[in-house]
């Protein structure tokens, strides 16, 4: 009713859904309601970066800017040519969060390759490059890793096609971590909080899907 979009109705919007869902729309060349607008706004933290919830949603690290939900936010701003200033500040966020290697480490999510194909998408071609060595040097753990590998820097997609099931999709790993809200650096814990399966395949059969579609753009055309 506020205007945003969340992962269940008893939590309200949250920030990632409402950008992921702003994005489809536009997309899909739908119209965009200023209310989804001003409710995706309103999780901007003092540091530029985005939040998946706001203080009186939740708190702890729920709170906090988090660069994957910061990158999808600069995604659905960009597309909808709404609050350059926002944007600029929350790519200067991105930027100051990028690790050494050139990757950025995802809060919601086991791999860190998540949150790096979200941000070279929100940031650009400069993005990509820094990142692409990075990538290359992990050894992707189930085939949603591979696919965002694949994603970030195009390679041979026969090691993502052997691993498609026969029914068509891709199986599933526990890939969504749901960290405790008081761990802001899941990714240096052992145990930060449980981790999720994709049951249906379909999260993950999705991010495949994306991944082959992209990689058969940028392969040249066969010569007959």
């Known amino acids: 009713d506020e ?3 969340g992962y269940a109705e008893s939590t309200g919007a949250d920030a990632d859904s409402t950008a992921l869902a702003i994005a489809f729309l536009c997309a899909m060349r739908r119209r965009v309601a200023m209310t989804a607008i001003r409710r995706l706004l309103r999780f901007v933290g003092e540091d530029g970066g985005f939040a998946t919830f706001n203080l009186e949603q939740s708190f ?11 990158a999808a936010a600069i995604l659905a701003l960009t597309m909808t040519d ?22 950025w480490e995802s809060y919601w ?3 860190p390759l998540y949150a790096t194909e979200i941000v070279v998408r929100a ?19 189930n085939p949603f890793e591979m696919a965002l590998q694949l994603m970030i820097a195009p390679d041979d997609l026969a090691s993502l096609a052997i691993t498609q099931n026969h029914d068509g999709s891709w199986p599933s790993a526990p890939i969504l971590r749901l960290a ?9 814990q052992q145990h ?20 082959v579609a992209e990689g058969s753009r940028q392969q040249p055309p066969s010569v007959s």
């Open 192 to 211: 930060s909080g449980p981790c999720f399966a994709d049951h249906g395949r379909i999260f993950t059969t999705a991010t495949a899907v994306s991944a």
């Open 60 to 70: 702890g690290a729920w709170t906090a800017s988090q660069v994957e939900v910061t």
């Open 109 to 111: 999510w086991m791999s």
């Open 123 to 141: 940031l650009g071609t400069n993005a990509r490059i820094q990142a692409a060595s990075g990538v290359r040097a992990l050894k992707p753990s």
């Open 180 to 188: 405790s809200r008081d761990v802001f650096e899941p990714w240096k």
């Open 82 to 103: 709404e609050a350059p200033g926002v944007v600029d500040r929350a790519r200067q966020y991105l930027c100051k969060r990028q690790r050494s290697d050139g990757l």
């Open 3 to 5: 205007g945003g979009w």
